[in-house]
T-cell receptor
Framework: AQKITQTQPGMFVQEKEAVTLDCTYD???????LFWYKQPSSGEMIFLIY??????QNATEGRYSLNFQKARKSANLVISASQLGDSAMYFC???????????FGAGTTVTVRA | SAVISQKPSRDICQRGTSLTIQCQVD?????MFWYRQQPGQSLTLIAT?????????ESGFVIDKFPISRPNLTFSTLTVSNMSPEDSSIYLC?????????????FGQGTRLTVV
């Protein structure tokens, strides 16, 4: 079974608007961590934000925020005030327990329009 | 945060040959991870490289095809052996980081491999 599901292959967003990228996960481990990465066309993986399963508050990092709904097993990424440089592939990933290896979703391509 | 230097950044190789990818970290880390990203696909873990022991391979990946070395706590290599066009991918090394363990994971710049 897929551990991480990203159902949006691609999204378009107008510059300066907000965009929400969906991510659902599946795990039976009560301790886990959720990550979001940005991958521009250059191929590097840029860490954006992290949410731990025991964190009480939703994570935020600048224009990035994570809408964590534990009961629904979702960890959606919200990018506010989109910029042209936000155009990239975005991956949701999860680690489980004390294991540091990551399972990745299929990714969502975001294209920001001027 | 950890800084990871990965090389080569890209290469074009003939089928049947082997390529060794190097990953150097600026701090000591217990575990290093090697991922493969096939064209248009997501990242898939190949193996976990532990210093002083054999690498742990994920299902579908074998040591004969992807031998890994981990001679110390800051360095690892991944070799892609007897290459075929299906091995054309981006290969990335990664380490765990963060002031709290497990809260960040850093990646090298990736090696874009094309097999002809």
């Amino acid at each position: 079974a897929q551990k991480i599901t990203q159902t949006q292959p691609g999204m378009f967003v107008q510059e300066k608007e907000a965009v929400t990228l969906d991510c659902t996960y599946d795990t039976s481990d009560p301790s886990y961590g959720l990550f979001w990465y940005k991958q521009p066309s250059s191929g590097e993986m840029i860490f954006l934000i992290y949410q731990g399963s025991y964190d009480q508050q939703n994570a935020t990092e600048g224009r990035y925020s994570l809408n964590f709904q534990k009961a629904r097993k979702s960890a959606n990424l919200v990018i506010s005030a989109s910029q042209l440089g936000d155009s990239a592939m975005y991956f949701c990933a999860m680690r489980e327990g004390s294991d540091y290896k990551l399972s990745f979703g299929a990714g969502t391509t975001v294209t920001v329009r001027a | 945060s950890a800084v990871i230097s990965q090389k080569p950044s890209r290469d074009i190789c003939q089928r049947g040959t082997s390529l060794t990818i190097q990953c150097q970290v600026d701090s000591q880390v217990t575990m290093m991870f090697w991922y493969r990203q096939q064209p248009g696909q997501s990242l898939t873990l190949i193996a976990t490289a532990n210093q002083g022991s054999e690498a742990t391979y994920e299902s579908g990946f074998v040591i004969d095809k992807f031998p890994i070395s981990r001679p110390n706590l800051t360095f690892s290599t991944l070799t892609v052996s007897n290459m075929s066009p299906e091995d054309s991918s981006i290969y990335l090394c990664s380490v765990e980081g963060g002031t709290t363990p497990g809260t960040e994971a850093f990646f090298g710049q990736g090696t874009r491999l094309t097999v002809v």
